[in-house]
């Protein structure tokens, strides 16, 4: 790691090392559901590529992106937005231990937020589990095809009002809610990771 981690640097070992700030249960939707370290560290390294800036992750889970995004770039300001209350006060949980103060969990559905409140965006599938029944964290919150298309509808027109200059960070997104005014930059991971930028009018 360079000079610009910040504390918490000593949880950015390994995935292993960072899973095990959360309780076991928690630990068993890493694999599937929490952001794995080299990918949240090339993704930071995008959304951080210009001047300070607010960086939404929406659907965060049990913060693992926005938690390491802040000890790499620490000069940045992180965001997550989770609508599972148990999950989001498992990311309170690991903040404190982790001890970084650049990052806000904000309890709720993405659909609350006005998006222009934010710089620029990470997006690790939250949609999908209305599409995947196998692939749901739990059954706490409703699922539907028809969820999913309206957060995708909802999400793109959002993105489509952001300024010029915009990033996308995406992993294993179906790409349908970037909107056509992005451009894709770059595609990483076997074309899991793709970085997006908006482009002028």
């Avoid at 937005?81 to 904000?106: C, D, P, Y």
């Avoid at 029944?133 to 706490?140: M, P, S, Y």
């Avoid at 298309?149 to 294993?172: C, D, K, Q, S, W």
Wanted: net charge negative; aromatic share 14%.
């Amino acid at each position: 790691m360079d000079s610009h981690v910040n504390q918490g640097n000593e949880f950015l070992t390994t995935d292993i090392v960072f899973d095990n700030i959360y309780p076991h249960s928690i630990q068993l939707l890493a694999r599937q559901h929490w952001t794995p370290l080299r990918v949240a560290r090339l993704a930071t390294d995008f959304l951080t590529a210009g001047p300070p800036s607010r960086i939404l992750d929406i659907g965060s889970g049990a913060g693992k992106f926005c938690l390491a995004a802040a000890c790499f770039a620490p000069q940045y300001y992180f965001y997550g937005i989770e609508q599972r209350g148990h999950i989001l006060e498992e990311a309170k949980n690991a903040q404190e231990k982790i001890g970084v103060t650049n990052v806000s969990f904000l309890h709720g559905n993405f659909t609350q937020l006005d998006l222009s409140q934010f710089d620029h965006f990470y997006f690790f599938n939250s949609f999908y589990e209305n599409l995947n029944d196998e692939g749901r964290i739990d059954n706490d919150i409703d699922y539907s095809e028809d969820l999913y298309r309206y957060y995708v509808r909802y999400l793109h027109n959002g993105l489509r009002l952001m300024p010029e200059g915009t990033r996308i960070a995406t992993y294993h997104s179906l790409y349908e809610e970037v909107p056509l005014s992005y451009d894709l930059v770059d595609s990483l991971e076997g074309g899991n990771l793709n970085f997006w930028i908006k482009r002028g009018s």
